[in-house]
Every structure is written in C-alpha cells, then in structure tokens.
C-alpha cells in the first residue's frame, strides 16, 4: 500500500517570530525554516506503519519553492522513499494545495494520504479537508491513534473533552495530532543514504490548478506586550489583586 506524506517548510517553531515593520507578513530573512511539526509526526507515522510492514512505499509531496527541497530530505531521511516538489514561488493557498495534492492523488494511488492537522504558519487547518472533499474520501481529522486494519483504519481523534475512536474505510485522509507519537531525529547514515533518493520535479501546471492568490493578508501584528508580573508579599493582598485587578477570563 502507498501512503503520501505532505509536507510543508515553515518557520522553524523555536523561533520567535518578527512582523515586518510595514505589518505586510512575517520577516522570513535569515530566519530557521524547518518541516512543519505535525507533518513530521506524519511522516513519522508513515514509516511505522511501513516497519509494521502495513506500508511498502511513502512518498512526501512538497509545495513550494526550489528551498522546500530541504523538507523533503528530512522525511526521506526519516524513511520516506521518494519525493515529490511540486515548485511554485511564493504562498499557496490551502485550496490550491489541495487541488494540487488531488493531481498526486490521481497520478499515485494511494490508499492513505496522512497530513499534519495544521501548518504552523498560516494555523489554516483546511488542506486535508479539503483534499477529502475534492476527493470524495473519507477522512479522520486530529488523530492521536492510527490503527489500520484491511480496508478499514481506526483512528482516535482528540476531541473537545476527550477521545473518540471512529472507522473509516479506504482509501482515506488522516490529518494527525500532537500526541500521535514523537517523531525520530533522522541517523547520520540515513540522512546520507537519503541525498540518493529520488525528488521528481513538478509544476502546478503539471497538475492543471492555477495557484493565482485569491485571498490578500491586509495586517499582521504582534502579539500586545504583556505586563511584567509582580511580587505579592502575603495571601490577602494576593487575594486582593485577583479580585480587583486581574482580568476575568
Ligand atoms: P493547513 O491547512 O495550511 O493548516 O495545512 C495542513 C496540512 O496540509 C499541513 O500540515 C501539511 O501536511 C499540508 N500542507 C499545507 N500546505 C502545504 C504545502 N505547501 N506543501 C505540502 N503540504 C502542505
């Protein structure tokens, strides 16, 4: 069974962010870039389901530009087995990411797609959804738990209170959660073994999907300073300050 794996280049998320002075984005020079963290416990997943020998081939799938290469290394080096860079300057939105992984879909075949739940820069969590709809598959959203099982997957979700276990048959979308596991640093010789694997090129041209932007970010700020805390210097006076001057969420 074939699984893709996409991944998206972030802002490494030990970073700490700084808005361009003109409030147009983030400043992206001389900034860390990494794989987004949920797509790494996707790719992560992927590879245990291939040494539960449930897998036999992962492919990662980027969209980005010539440097988003570098994500791709990093999940080839985890165990992906080739890869694919879909090369387009510049954001993409989450439909045309979409549509663009639809184009993978069709080409591949595969029975699973795994994504993160979201990507740390845009917080969109929408692109497997849609993937799902464009599609017409099932799909299991914010997975703690991956239990494949013949056409069938059981996947624990993280749901508001608690967990909930639901089926869904294959071929099917798992956009994946925090505690689904701890993704493995990738071994010297297998980041070595990795620069001989396979990343085929593409445009979204390849794929027939315009990736005009249609959405315009208008202001991005940072979050308000927060007051320094203080000192209290006995339980009363503590007891005075929540009541009267701390905020009632
Ligand atoms: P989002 O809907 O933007 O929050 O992203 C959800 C997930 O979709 C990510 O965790 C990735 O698995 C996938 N994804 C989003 N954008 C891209 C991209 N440019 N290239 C590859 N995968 C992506």
Redesign the pocket.
Known sequence: MKVV?????VVDHNVKIRVRTDGSGVDLSNVKMSM?P??EI?VEEAVRLKEAGAVDEIIA????SAQ?QDVLRTALAMGADRAIL?KSEGP?E?LD?AKL?KGVVVAEAPRLV??????I??????????LSALLGWSQATFASQVALNGDHAQVTREVDGGLQVIDVSLPTIV?VDLRLNDPRYASLPNIIKAKKKPIEEKGPADYGVNVDARLKILRTEEPAARAPGIKVGSIPELVEKLKNEACVL
Do not use: E, H, W
């Not at 795994?114 to 990507?119: C, D, E, I, P, S």
């Not at 820069?121 to 849609?130: L, Y």
């Open positions: 794996v996409p991944v998206k280049r987004n949920f797509d996707a799938v980027t969209v980005g988003a879909i993409v989450p990411v992984l795994l994504l993160g739940k979201q990507a820069d845009d917080d969109a969590n929408q692109t497997g959804q849609m956009t």
